[in-house]
C-alpha cells in the first residue's frame, strides 16, 4: 500500500473518532436531560463506537507497518484483535442495557420521559451522521479492503438502525405510551449484540487462520488451466487484513531439473497471484511419481542421488531373462574412483527399486567437464574449415548450411553447424544426417577439437548465429 492510501487510512479512522465523540456527547446529554433510556442506550452504544474507532485508529497504525524479524508475515492480524476485542465490549454492555430495558417493561417504568422538538431535532442530526459515516466506512472498507473499517461501517449502520428506533420509540411516547422508550433500547441492545456476535465470529475464524473453501477453489481451477499439469498435493490458504497468504506444495515430472522446477514454481505462483490479486504466495515443488517408460523411470531415479550430475546414452536391452539398462553417469571430476564407484552402486540400486522387474544395470562413468573458456577466432584462421563444411552440408542435404561459426576452446577449435531439414522428416533420419555431416567433417578437418551439428525445420528457419 503506498503513502496515500496510508493516510486516507488514518483520515478516515481520524473522522470515525470525531463523530463518535460528538455523538456520545449529544446523545448522552439529550438523554439524561429528556429521560429517555433510549437515548441513554444509543449513547453506551455510540461509546462503544468512539471504542471502536480508537482501536481501528490503532489498529490501522499497526496493521500498515511493514513485516519486520519478528514478524514475518506483517502486522496485519492487529486489525482482527481490536475487532474481537470490541464485538467483546459491545456484547457486554449491550447484555446491561437489554436488563434494564426488560425491567422497566416488566415493572412499567419510563413516565419521566419527555418526547420534546429539541429530542426529536437532536435524534434526526444523529441519524443524519451514522448515515455518512456508515456510507464512508463502507467505502473505505471496500477501497482498503480492511476488516477493522468494515467493522465500523457495521457498527455505524447498526447505530443508524438504533437511532431510527429511538426516534420511533419517542413517537410511541408522545403518543402516549412511555414503554416505547424501554423498547426501542432493548431493540438497539438486541441490534448490537447480533452484529458483534457475527463480527466476533469473522474475527476469530481469521485469527484461527480458517481455510477459505472460495479461495482454495479459485486456485485448484487456476492450477488446472495450466499447459503444463502439475499435481496440487496441498494448499493452504489464509487470509489476514485483506490480503491472501497461500502456501502450495506441487508435484513436478521427476526428471525435471532444477531449474525446470523452478520456473514451474515461478508460473504456479503467478497463476495463483492472478486468482487471489495481492496474495503472498509461497510454493514448494516435489518429484511426482513417473509413470514413463524404463528409460524416464532409470533418469528420474538418477535425480535421487545427489553425486550425480547427468545422465545419457540410456539404452534399454530387452533379453530372454528380462530387461537390461546401460547407461553413462556423470560425476563431479573431484571424486576418486572409489567415491565415484560408491555413487554409481547407490544409484544401480535406486534403478532397481524403481524398476523391480529390472535384471541388470551396466553404468559406464564419466567425469563432469569443467566451464571451457572460450574465444571467437579470426575469421581468416577458419576459412579452409568454412568452405569445407559448406561442400560436405550440400552434399549430405542438397542445400547451404544456415550457418556456420567457430569458437576456440581449451580443447581445440569447435566448429558449430546448423543445417535445414524438411520439417516432416523423422526425428532418426534426421539425427542419421546431422551424425553424417559431424563424420565427414571431422574427417575432412582433423584440426577441429570438435563439431556440433544443430538441426531446423525448412518453416522455421533461424537467422545466422555468430
Known amino acids: 500500500m503506498n503513502a496515500v492510501d496510508e493516510r486516507a487510512r488514518q483520515r478516515t479512522a481520524l473522522a470515525s473518532v470525531a463523530a463518535a465523540v460528538l455523538l456520545v456527547t449529544v446523545k448522552l446529554i439529550t438523554g439524561l436531560a429528556a429521560g429517555s433510556l433510549a437515548f441513554v442506550a444509543e449513547a453506551v452504544h455510540s461509546g462503544t463506537d468512539l471504542v471502536a474507532a480508537l482501536l481501528t485508529l490503532f489498529a490501522v497504525r499497526v496493521a500498515i507497518r511493514p513485516p519486520d524479524r519478528e514478524h514475518h508475515y506483517g502486522h496485519g492480524k492487529a486489525e482482527h484483535l481490536a475487532a474481537l476485542g470490541e464485538s467483546a465490549f459491545l456484547i457486554l454492555v449491550s447484555v446491561a442495557i437489554a436488563a434494564e430495558s426488560l425491567r422497566r417493561l416488566i415493572t412499567g417504568e419510563g413516565h419521566g420521559v ?46 443508524l438502525a438504533g437511532s431510527v428506533a429511538v426516534l420511533v420509540g419517542l413517537v410511541v411516547v408522545s403518543a402516549g405510551e412511555p414503554r416505547g422508550d424501554a423498547a426501542a433500547a432493548l431493540f438497539v441492545a438486541a441490534v448490537v449484540v447480533l452484529s458483534a456476535l457475527r463480527l466476533a465470529r469473522q474475527s476469530v ?33 489464509r487470509h489476514a487484513a485483506g490480503r491472501h497468504f497461500a502456501d502450495l506444495v506441487v508435484g513436478v515430472p521427476s526428471d525435471a531439473g532444477v531449474t525446470q522446477a523452478h520456473a514451474t514454481a515461478d508460473h504456479v505462483e503467478q497463476v495463483v497471484q492472478e486468482a487471489l490479486p495481492g496474495a503472498d504466495v509461497v510454493v514448494h515443488v516435489e518429484p511426482a511419481v513417473s509413470t514413463g517408460d524404463l528409460r524416464e523411470l532409470a533418469t528420474a531415479a538418477a535425480s535421487g542421488v545427489p553425486e550425480v550430475r547427468e545422465v545419457h546414452n ?20 573431484e571424486l576418486s574412483l572409489t567415491q565415484a564407484h560408491d555413487a554409481v552402486e547407490r544409484l544401480e540400486g535406486v534403478i532397481r527399486t ?113
Request: aromatic letters at 4%; a negative charge.
Open 114 to 159: 419527555e418526547a420534546t422538538w429539541w429530542a426529536f431535532a437532536v435524534i434526526a442530526l444523529v441519524i443524519a451522521v451514522d448515515a455518512a459515516r456508515t456510507v464512508a466506512s463502507r467505502r473505505a472498507a471496500r477501497r482498503f479492503h480492511s476488516p477493522a473499517f468494515a467493522a465500523n461501517a457495521l457498527h455505524f449502520a447498526s447505530d
Open 205 to 237: 475464524d481469521v485469527l484461527m487462520d480458517r481455510t477459505e473453501v472460495e479461495a482454495e477453489q479459485r486456485i485448484r481451477a487456476a492450477l488446472s488451466g495450466l499447459e503444463e499439469p502439475v499435481e496440487p498435493r496441498r494448499i493452504r490458504v
Open 314 to 333: 540410456v539404452r534399454v536391452m530387452h533379453l530372454p531373462h528380462g530387461y537390461e539398462l546401460s547407461l553413462h553417469v556423470k560425476l563431479p571430476s
Open 354 to 466: 524403481a524398476i523391480p522387474d529390472l535384471h541388470n544395470v551396466h553404468t559406464h562413468i564419466e567425469p563432469l567437464s569443467g566451464t571451457d573458456w572460450g574465444r571467437l577466432p579470426a575469421s581468416d584462421a577458419t576459412t579452409a574449415e568454412r568452405d569445407a563444411i559448406g561442400e560436405i552440408v550440400r552434399q549430405v542435404t542438397g542445400a547451404e548450411p544456415t550457418a556456420v561459426s567457430f569458437r576456440d576452446g581449451e580443447g581445440g577449435r569447435i566448429a558449430l553447424v546448423t543445417i535445414t531439414l524438411p520439417g516432416d522428416q523423422p526425428l532418426p533420419s534426421a539425427h542419421e544426417h546431422a551424425g553424417a555431416i559431424e563424420e565427414a567433417v571431422r574427417e575432412r578437418c582433423p584440426a577441429l577439437g570438435d563439431v556440433i551439428v544443430h538441426t531446423e525445420p525448412a518453416e522455421a528457419e533461424a537467422g545466422e548465429r555468430r
